[in-house]
Structures are given as structure tokens and as C-alpha cells.
């Protein structure tokens, strides 16, 4: 490993001082465009609350603040434990049906956590199949007979989400695992360290940016969820959002709670930045044999089954069961998915998805890339706030995205009546177009997230030598960051696709007049209490979802297969 010279720290020094040019300036902007729908909120908390703030201050808010808190310290701990442990195993290790089980990990992340909820609770609940079959072995008739974990509570709530949102750990995980080289495994247990101390004094260590935004990501998923913690009666935020907008009619209180989740969300980037203490992490690319990392680790058989065991757990309670279970009820219930109507909702969701996927990732892309060509802290703190969507209900943001846009298309109807005495209406509001805008801003922490922890893996070596053949900051990200980035690129488009298609309420404030999507067909069969009659529109969000998850293992396996696990060590510079 190169030793790191003073040089080197003098210019990653001077790479980030912020430098005022044509891309800063464009970077600017477009943070500042994806965050007109968040200030949007912002202003309306400034609004009157005719006393709601103080009466929800002085009754449940410190319940609502407790509840969220573990809510999202139980999740956080769960998907970390989950997703990085089953990376870990499935990287390294030779396991029984390996190639099955790195992408059959994945398939949770094609779940609704909401439809999950409905499962368990139809399984688990006192009238359900498990509790009967106690009370028909052991003769109990009561509830007070016997004890059960309830599922409708704060720990079922925390076991659901875990098993939905664990896939957003494993995925950044296995990909930061794969970019580590055989080398630096056989160096540690050279010296005398078994496979526990190595992974974590080596390997955890190196990977810990893409684990962190992973985390990070399952913490603000649990911080909006509403399906789940409404069903599950678990007095969070969000749910506590929603009973001051719809029971108490107050969208400026609504509002004022949401700003209270972007302190959390805060909070979590403050918190894990002073953790960091300004290291960056980067790796030297060199080419070496992957397989050799997996071969030189060696389980009893043993702890090779408990293993197995281990990685097969979460896919049978994230997917299989729940999964099996809408199987059952769709084949009751087949003649929903032969309805005309069926194949248009799942167009309109396919459409909405692809186009909010694309846009996101190429937002994100720009606003990474933006921040590591001389950004500095203005760029950073700009990219950092308007990535901030991903924290804000998506009900609230809705309202956040029609206020700008109605704005816009009342100053253009008004324009263009007094220059040509022609009236343009809505032009945006009320349209696709204004769907996608609000997905983009809802999920663009999803593809920044991603983007960024791709770029940290890139040394600035490699920018300094193209930049000194000539290449440009467009050039350079084209010919050598993008092809670099393939992994991620194609990480950040599938989380951002399979959310889109599973978002529920900004689609239902969003869409135009009778434009439905499968979450709005699923939802509103599930509120009439026809479960069984929604699990075809639920099987359909799941399968859009299952393609994707299998094309992305396929390309992580292809990098395998190149012998292109490219890292032979890690730098540590210092940031300032």
C-alpha cells in the first residue's frame, strides 16, 4: 500500500474548496428545484394552528417522539444485523444453493411492507391459523388461556419492516463486499486473525459508507411508513401526521409535524458524519481473483448449516410465506386479473416507475458528481438538503408538489392571457408529469445515496490522472466514472423503481382523474377488507419487482465471474 504523502493530502485538501463555475452553478439550481416541494411544506408550517400544536404538545407528541425513536433505532439495528450478516455470508462463504440464495435475498425488497402486515396479522391474529392450531392441541379456549406475541404492536412492526427494508443493507453491503479483493482477506488471517475478527477489523470497516446509506435508508423508510404503523395501531409521527390533516383538518399542523421529521433525519446525517470524524475511504483499483477470496474461507459443517440456516430465514419471512399466501388468494380470485381494467393500472404503474427511475438516477448522478468536482460545503450542504424528500410523508410532499406547480401554471395562464388573450390551464398540475416530478423528489435520497457511496469507492487519483490527459468534468464522467459505476447505477434505478411502484399516498393525490395505478387498485380493495380480492394487483407489484431484483444480481454475479472485485486496499486521507 502507498503510503499517503503530503502532496496527495494538499490536493484531496484543495478538491473540495468550492469553486463558483458553469456545473457548481447547475448543480445549484437543480438542488434548488428539488427542494421547492420541501420549503413548499416548510412555508406552510409557518402557518396558524389554531392551538393544535399546543394541544398535540401537551397530550401525545412525547409518545409519538418515543415510539418513532425506537421504532427507528429496532429498524435500524435489524436491517444492519440482516443485511449486512447475510452479505457477508453469501460473499464469502461457499453455502448450499449460494447462487439461489445472493439473489432470492433480494426478493423482500419487491414487498409492500402494508401487504406483509396484512399477511402476518391474517396468520398470527387470535381467530388466525397458528392460534387456532394451539388452542385445538392444547385445549385452550380463551386468550387469557395462553400467552402470544401480539403482532399488532411496536415489536411486530419492527420484525415486518425489517424483513421488507433489510435488502437495502444487503444490496450496498454484497456490493461493497465484492469490490474488496482476496488480498486483503489473506493478509488478516495471515496474521492471525480468524474469520469473525477479520470481517470485523478488515472487512466491515471498508464497507462501512455503503452500509451506513443503507441503514440510513431503512431508518427514513420507517420514519414514513403509514400502511404498517396505522394497521398495526403504532402511534408514530406519521400516523400522527395524518390524524391532524384528515381528523383535525389541519394541513399547516400536518405540516409542523413533518418539520419535526426532517430533525430526525437530520439528526441521523449529523450523527453519522461526526462518527465518520472526517475520514473518507477510497480503494486502489487492481484487478484480482474473487474466487480465491471465497475459497480460502471454510466452515465445519456445522456452522455451515447454521449458515445456511441464517440467509434462508429472512427470505422465507420477507417473501415466501407472504408471498405463498397471496398465491392462494389470487387463484380464488383470477378473474380480477383477467379485467380489462387490470392490464391498464399495471401499465400506468410501469410507466410511472420506469420514467421516475430514470429522472431520479440521472438526478442523482449529477448532484454526486457535482459535489466531488470542487463543490465544497456549499454543494454538499445544498445536495444534503434537497435529498431531504426521502423524510417527509409522501402525503405531505404531495401537497408540497401541487403548490409550486399550481403556482407555475396559474403564472402561465395568466402570461399568456395577457400577451395572446389565450388561456392555457393546467399544464403540469393534474397530469403524469406532476407524479413523476413528486416521485423524483421523494426518492432522490435513494439514488444520490447510492451514487455518492459509489463515488467515495473511486480514489481521486484516478480524476487527477484523466483530468491530466486532457478530459473534462463531462468527459470524465462519462469515460471513466459512469463505467466504473455500473453496479450502483443500476442499484440506485431499481430501489428508486420498486418504491415508485409500491408508493401509495402522493400517487393518490398526485394522479390525474381516474388514472389508477396497482397500489391505488390494492389499497382500495384492502380498506373495503377484500385482502383476498387485492392479492392480484399485490402478486403484480411483487413480479415488477422480482425482475428487476434478479437483473441486478445477474450484473453483481457478471463482475464476479470477470474477476473484476477491484480493491487491493483502502486510504484513509483526512477530509479537511
Known amino acids: 500500500m502507498a ?27 437543480v438542488a434548488v ?144 463486499f465484492l469490490d474488496q479483493a482476496a488480498g486483503v482477506v489473506e493478509v488478516s488471517r495471515s496474521l492471525g486473525h480468524g474469520p469473525w475478527r477479520t470481517f470485523c477489523k478488515v472487512s466491515l470497516p471498508m464497507a462501512r459508507p455503503s452500509i451506513v446509506v443503507g441503514i440510513s435508508l431503512c ?19 406519521t400516523t400522527g401526521i395524518f390524524d391532524v390533516w384528515l381528523n383535525m383538518g389541519s394541513a399547516s399542523g400536518a405540516a409542523q409535524m413533518a418539520s419535526v421529521l426532517l430533525i430526525f433525519v437530520l439528526a441521523l446525517v449529523i450523527v453519522e458524519r461526526a462518527a465518520r470524524r472526517g475520514r473518507r475511504y477510497y480503494h486502489s483499483y487492481q484487478k484480482a481473483e474473487y474466487e480465491g477470496m471465497a475459497s480460502s474461507q471454510t466452515l465445519t459443517p456445522k456452522w455451515r448449516a447454521a449458515a445456511f440456516v441464517a440467509c434462508v430465514v429472512p427470505i422465507v419471512g420477507g417473501f415466501l410465506i407472504p408471498a405463498g ?61 434537497a435529498s431531504l424528500g426521502y423524510a417527509v410523508p409522501g402525503a405531505v410532499l404531495a401537497i ?73 468534468p463531462g468527459r470524465l464522467l462519462l469515460r471513466v466514472h459512469l463505467p466504473l459505476l455500473r453496479a450502483s447505477l443500476l442499484t440506485a434505478g431499481l430501489l428508486v423503481f420498486v418504491d415508485c411502484m409500491k408508493e401509495l399516498p402522493m400517487t393518490m393525490i398526485l394522479r390525474p382523474f381516474n388514472f389508477e395505478t396497482l397500489a391505488t387498485f390494492v389499497h382500495q380493495y384492502a380498506m373495503d377488507e377484500r385482502l383476498e380480492e387485492s392479492a392480484p394487483g399485490a402478486l403484480a407489484i411483487v413480479i415488477a419487482g422480482i425482475l428487476p431484483v434478479i437483473l441486478l444480481s445477474r450484473t453483481l454475479g457478471a463482475r464476479l465471474k470477470a474477476n473484476v472485485a477491484p480493491v487491493v486496499g483502502s486510504v484513509e486521507v483526512a477530509a479537511r
Not at 16 to 24: G, K, L, P, V
Not at 219 to 237: C, I, K, R, S
Not at 405 to 424: C, V
Request: no cysteine; charged share 10%.
Open 400 to 472: 408540497g408538489v401541487i403548490l409550486p406547480t399550481a403556482l407555475l401554471d396559474n403564472t402561465i395562464d395568466a402570461w399568456s392571457q395577457s400577451l395572446f388573450g389565450i388561456p392555457t390551464g393546467l399544464l403540469i398540475s393534474g397530469t403524469v408529469m406532476v407524479v413523476v416530478i413528486g416521485y423524483v423528489v421523494r426518492f432522490l435520497a435513494l439514488s444520490y445515496g447510492a451514487m455518492e457511496a459509489g463515488l467515495a469507492r473511486i480514489t481521486p487519483n484516478m480524476d487527477g490522472a484523466a483530468r491530466t490527459l486532457g478530459a473534462g
Open 219 to 237: 431508518m427514513m423508510e420507517a420514519l414514513n411508513d403509514f400502511g404498517t404503523v396505522d394497521f398495526f395501531a403504532v402511534p408514530t409521527f
Open 33 to 176: 428545484l428539488a427542494f421547492v416541494p420541501i420549503a413548499a411544506v416548510l412555508g406552510m408550517a409557518m402557518a396558524p394552528t389554531d392551538g393544535v400544536w399546543d394541544h398535540l404538545s401537551a397530550t401525545v407528541l412525547p409518545q409519538y417522539v418515543r415510539t418513532t425513536l425506537l421504532l427507528m433505532t429496532g429498524v435500524g439495528i435489524g436491517t444492519f444485523i440482516v443485511g449486512t450478516g447475510t452479505a457477508w455470508l453469501i460473499t464469502v462463504y461457499r453455502l448450499p444453493g449460494r447462487q439461489i440464495l445472493e439473489w432470492a435475498l433480494l426478493l423482500p425488497l419487491a414487498m409492500p411492507a402494508y401487504v406483509v402486515a396484512y399477511v402476518y396479522t391474517d396468520i398470527l391474529e387470535f381467530a388466525g391459523p397458528i392460534q387456532g392450531l394451539l388452542r385445538h392441541l392444547y385445549g385452550w379456549k380463551l386468550h387469557s388461556d395462553y400467552w402470544f406475541p401480539d403482532i399488532r404492536s411496536l415489536g411486530g412492526a419492527i420484525t415486518v419492516m425489517t424483513l421488507v427494508l433489510y435488502p437495502y443493507v444487503y444490496l450496498l453491503a454484497r456490493a461493497a
Open 325 to 385: 399466501l397471496l398465491v392462494t388468494y389470487a387463484l380464488r380470485h383470477y378473474q380480477v386479473a383477467l379485467q380489462p381494467e387490470f392490464s391498464i393500472y399495471a401499465g400506468n404503474s410501469l410507466m410511472l416507475s420506469g420514467l421516475a427511475a430514470l429522472v431520479a438516477v440521472m438526478v442523482g448522478t449529477f448532484l454526486a458528481y457535482g459535489t466531488r468536482l470542487h463543490g465544497g460545503r456549499i454543494v454538499l450542504l445544498a445536495t444534503r438538503v
Open 3 to 29: 503510503p499517503v504523502t503530503t502532496v496527495q493530502i494538499q490536493l484531496s485538501k484543495r478538491s473540495i474548496r468550492f469553486r463558483f463555475n458553469a456545473w457548481t452553478a447547475a448543480v445549484l439550481i
